[in-house]
């Protein structure tokens, strides 16, 4: 069978993105449709879509909404590199910014003047986002010159804005009740914060652990063993996973911390230490991120703004409604409205990359063995 797809970069990430009208509605079904068009049970993705990295392993399945207030519905998917799985407990800044630019060239909204206004709601974690992408003049764009950190590429600008991100996934900005928290991983015991905003993330003190949460690509792919311990173990306290349950790799996001200091971006640019507020070095999935996801992003700004926190005791912007963070790609700029906060956006740009038909296996036909 085909199905029909467009691939949209969004920021530092590339998304397929499907139709819902064209996709099963049992999320098993779904699952088998994009294992089998990205080639999931294989570590390279060579016999299908996928690329073969977390930031270029993703998908969403697209459709207008039925609520109210709300233009798009999208049930985002971490397709597995060598896994033959889907991971869908998360939600995604950059796809969501995709989607936004996808929608407007689809017609999903309507054109309205300069700036077109669209609300997106993740069935995933049920977040509520609101994109504003530019349409100079009432008309949709194919390409743009806004750039973000982690590509040189230009793209359309998208504004990408997170409503009341607190809790979306637990119910609390902070789920085990306090900022700070001793956690126990093998030999060590971390000093972290687990949040929940934008998606639940457990932040590292990087100092703390002999880290210093600047460190290059290639010495965080060193840290990733022990990162991927602290986040499981995280999973549980955080009300996650059960104890004793198989542990995913999606939730919570995890990465280092540190207050600023000078360094060299993946694309050579040198940074001061003065240009920006705080340190940043995520996974996604079991690889360090080359930038960092907007969800991440969206609970650093939010842990910025609650004392008590590694990332307000790292940052020298602790408390301040914007916070540049220094991620491996270069700096990103957060900013945040409310206590909450009620709000949190970032700069985006997306651009569309082709529209294709897929040909997949029928997930109405049984598996083979």
């Keep these: 069978m085909h199905v029909p797809a467009t691939l949209v970069r969004g920021g530092t990430s590339k998304c397929w993105l499907f139709p819902q009208v064209h996709m099963p509605i049992e999320r098993d079904r779904i699952e088998r449709v994009l294992v089998d068009a990205y080639g999931a049970a294989d ?13 270029t392993s993703k998908a969403a399945v697209v459709g207008a909404s039925a609520h109210d207030g709300v233009d798009v519905d999208y049930l985002f998917a971490q397709v597995g590199i060598g896994t033959g799985t889907v991971e869908w407990g998360s939600n995604c800044g950059n796809c969501a910014t995709a989607i936004a630019l996808y929608a407007v060239t689809e017609g999903l909204v309507p054109l309205n ?3 077109t206004s669209v609300v997106m709601r993740n069935i995933n974690t049920g977040a509520v986002l609101e994109a504003e992408v530019d349409t100079p003049g009432g008309r949709v764009q194919e390409f743009g010159d806004r750039t973000v950190p982690g590509t040189l590429a230009g793209g359309v600008p998208v504004g990408l804005a997170f409503r009341d991100p607190a809790g979306a996934t637990t119910g609390h900005l902070l789920p ?3 900022p700070l928290d001793e956690l126990p991983v093998g030999e060590r015991s971390l000093a972290v914060s687990m949040v929940d905003a934008g998606a639940p993330v457990v932040l590292v003190d990087a100092l703390r652990a002999e880290r210093t949460g600047a460190e290059t690509l290639e010495r965080m792919r060193a840290q990733v063993p022990w990162l991927r311990a602290a986040r499981h173990a995280a999973a549980v306290r955080m009300g996650l996973t059960e104890p004793g349950a198989v542990p995913g790799d999606a939730v919570p996001k995890v990465g280092l911390v540190g207050p600023p200091v000078a360094y060299t971006t993946t694309l050579g640019e040198h940074v001061a230490a003065h240009e920006y507020d705080v340190s940043v070095r995520m996974l996604s999935m079991n690889s360090p991120h080359p930038a960092i996801g907007l969800t991440s992003a969206v609970a650093v700004a939010a842990a910025n703004l609650t004392a008590g926190t590694v990332v ?10 914007v916070l540049r963070i220094g991620t491996p790609a270069g700096v990103l700029a957060v900013e945040s409205t409310g206590s909450g906060p009620d709000r949190v956006t970032v700069a985006r740009a997306a651009r569309v990359l082709c529209e294709a038909r897929i040909l997949v296996r029928d997930p109405a036909l049984p598996v083979a063995a």
Excluded: I
Aim: aromatic share 0%; net charge neutral; proline share 7%.
């Design 176 to 178: 085990t009740g306090s």
């Design 113 to 115: 003047g300069d700036r």
């Design 312 to 321: 307000a005791a790292a940052s020298t912007a602790a408390g301040r409604t």
């Design 43 to 55: 570590p390279v993705q060579l016999d299908g879509v996928g690329g073969a990295t977390p930031t």
